[in-house]
C-alpha cells in the first residue's frame, strides 16, 4: 500500500524507540519517520502520555481467503488487525484454497489483499513435491517458507517428511530465507482411545504430548545444524523443548522461536470440558509450562510472540468435541492488550513488549530496514495506546468474522487508541466500523 503525502508531528512523553521509553517528537513525512526530536518540539498531535509504539508485525495469521474466506478474509482481518495495532500482517500459506505453494497461487492470494488498509506480506509453502516452485515463490516476493511436520488439518497442504527438508533447505539456504515449522513429530502424537470421552480436554491434551514437539525440535535441531538454513519454531507450547533450544543457540545455529498469546494466558487445570474454543495444536498445557514461557521470552530464549490467529465459522467449533473440533484460536485484534495484561502483572517494562510484538517480528520476515520500530527512515507505522486502560472482551464488538473468541469475558489492560500505517491513520477508537 501506499503512505500518506501529509507532513506532521506526533508527541509523547513515552515514545518506544530502540533506545527504550522516552519523550520524544515524532517528525513525518511522506509516510516514513524523518526524524525523532525532542519533547519540546511543536507537535500537531500531542499525545500526552499515551504509549507510542511502533506498529505490531504479526507473522502468523491465517487469514484463509481465497477458498475459505467464510472463516475469515483479508477485509475483517485487516479491521480487526488495525483495531489491535497491528500495521503488518505475514499471512500463512493455508488454509486458503489454493495453498500458497505455487507462485500462481499467490498471486491470487496478493490479488485478494489488495484493498487491506494494513501492510500484508506472506510466507510460502513447502509441501512434499513443490521443491522445484521455491526458487519461484522467492522470486515473486515470499518472506519465507512454512510447513508441517503433522498433519495439518487440511487436505490441501500436506506435511513433510525428513527427506522433503532435506530437499528445500539447500534451496532457501540458497535465498536467504527461513523455514517455519509446525514442530509435533507425528509418531510420537497418541491415537484417541475409542472409549475416551471427546468432551474432556484432559482427552485432546493427552494426545499432544510434549514428547512430539521435542522429537520434532530434535530433528530441526540436526537439520539446522547439517545445512545451516535459518528455521523458526512456531507456537512452541512445550516448555520441555527450551534445554535444547538453549544448548542449539549457544552453538551459533540459527533457529529461533515464538510464543502465542494464548500460551501465554490460558492454563489446562483451567480448561473446563467441552470448552473447545481453547483447541489448538500443540494444546494448551499446565499453569507450569505457561510461567516457563514467559521466563524463556524474559531470558530472551524465546524471540518473539505472534498469534497465530485461525479462526473458522462456530459450526466448526461446535458440540463440545474435542476431537473433532477445529483447532484454532482467533486473537487478531487482542494480542498487544492480552500480552501486556500478562508482561505488566510481571513486571516486565514496554519496551519488552514492543521487542516481542513488532522489532523481532519484523527482523523474522526480513522487514527490519522498514517496520517494528520507531527510528529515522523507517515506515511510520505506530500505535498509540493506553497501557493503563482495562477493558472486558465483548465478542460482539470484534472485528474478525467470526466473533467466537475464549478471551470473550476476560478482564484485560491496555486499549488501543489509534493505529498508523505509512503515515495514514487506518484505526481511531469511536470510529465507525469498516
Not at 164 to 172: G, K, Q, S, Y
Not at 223 to 250: D, N, Q
Not at 362 to 368: P, S, Y
Not at 398 to 405: C, G, M, N
Request: net charge negative; glycine share 8%.
Amino acid at each position: 500500500m501506499g503512505g500518506s503525502s501529509a507532513q506532521y508531528t506526533l508527541r509523547s512523553t513515552r515514545v518506544v524507540t530502540p533506545a527504550g521509553v522516552e519523550a520524544a517528537t515524532i517528525h513525518i513525512a511522506d509516510g516514513r519517520i524523518v526524524r525523532v526530536g525532542a519533547i519540546g518540539e511543536p507537535a500537531d498531535r500531542d499525545a500526552g502520555d499515551l504509549v507510542i509504539m511502533p506498529g505490531l508485525v504479526d507473522t502468523h495469521v491465517h487469514v484463509n481467503e481465497p477458498g475459505r474466506t467464510e472463516w475469515e478474509g483479508f477485509e475483517t482481518a485487516a479491521a480487526a488487525a488495525a483495531a489491535g495495532g497491528i500495521t503488518t500482517i505475514v499471512d500463512m500459506p493455508l488454509n486458503s484454497v489454493p495453498a500458497t505453494t505455487t507462485s500462481a497461487a499467490l498471486e491470487v492470494k496478493r490479488e485478494a489483499a489488495r484493498g487491506a488498509r494494513i501492510g500484508v506480506e506472506f510466507w510460502g509453502g513447502v509441501v512434499p513435491g513443490n521443491a522445484g516452485e521455491l526458487d519461484a515463490l522467492a522470486d515473486a516476493g515470499v518472506r519465507g517458507f512454512k510447513c508441517f511436520m503433522s498433519p495439518s488439518g487440511v487436505d490441501e497442504f500436506a506435511a513433510v517428511e525428513e527427506s522433503d527438508l532435506r530437499e528445500a533447505l539447500p534451496i532457501l539456504k540458497r535465498r536467504g530465507l527461513p523455514l517455519l515449522v509446525h514442530a509435533e513429530w507425528p509418531p510420537a502424537l497418541r491415537p484417541i482411545p475409542s472409549a475416551a470421552d471427546t468432551r474432556a480436554y484432559a482427552t485432546w491434551l493427552d494426545s499432544r504430548p510434549p514428547d512430539a514437539e521435542l522429537d520434532a525440535i530434535a530433528i530441526l535441531i540436526s537439520l539446522c545444524r547439517e545445512f545451516h538454513t535459518r528455521i523458526h519454531v512456531v507456537h512452541l507450547a512445550a516448555a520441555e523443548a527450551l534445554p535444547m533450544l538453549r544448548a542449539a543457540r549457544s552453538e551459533g545455529l540459527p533457529i529461533t522461536v515464538e510464543a502465542c498469546p494464548h500460551y501465554l494466558t490460558f492454563a489446562a487445570e483451567e480448561i473446563a470440558d467441552g470448552a473447545t474454543l481453547f483447541k489448538c495444536a500443540p494444546p494448551i498445557r499446565g499453569r507450569a509450562n505457561r510461567d516457563a514461557l514467559w521466563q524463556a521470552l524474559v531470558e530472551g530464549e524465546i524471540d518473539l510472540i505472534a498469534t497465530d490467529h485461525s479462526p473458522c465459522p462456530p459450526a466448526l467449533k461446535g458440540d463440545d468435541d474435542f476431537i473433532a473440533a477445529w483447532g484454532g484460536i482467533a486473537s487478531l485484534e487482542l494480542s498487544l492488550p492480552v500480552v501486556w495484561t500478562g508482561a505488566s502483572s510481571r513486571g516486565i517494562p514496554l519496551f519488552r513488549v514492543a521487542e516481542w510484538l513488532s522489532s523481532a517480528p519484523a527482523a523474522l520476515a526480513g522487514l527490519h530496514s522498514r517496520k517494528g520500530v520507531i527510528a529515522t527512515g523507517r515506515d511510520a507505522d505506530f500505535v498509540i495506546w493506553d497501557p493503563d486502560a482495562e477493558f472486558v472482551v465483548d465478542e460482539s464488538r470484534l472485528r474478525q468474522r467470526h466473533k467466537r473468541t475464549p478471551y470473550a469475558g476476560r478482564r484485560l489492560r491496555g486499549r488501543v487508541l489509534e493505529t498508523y500505517v505509512r503515515g495514514d491513520v487506518v484505526y481511531r477508537v469511536g470510529a465507525s466500523k469498516p
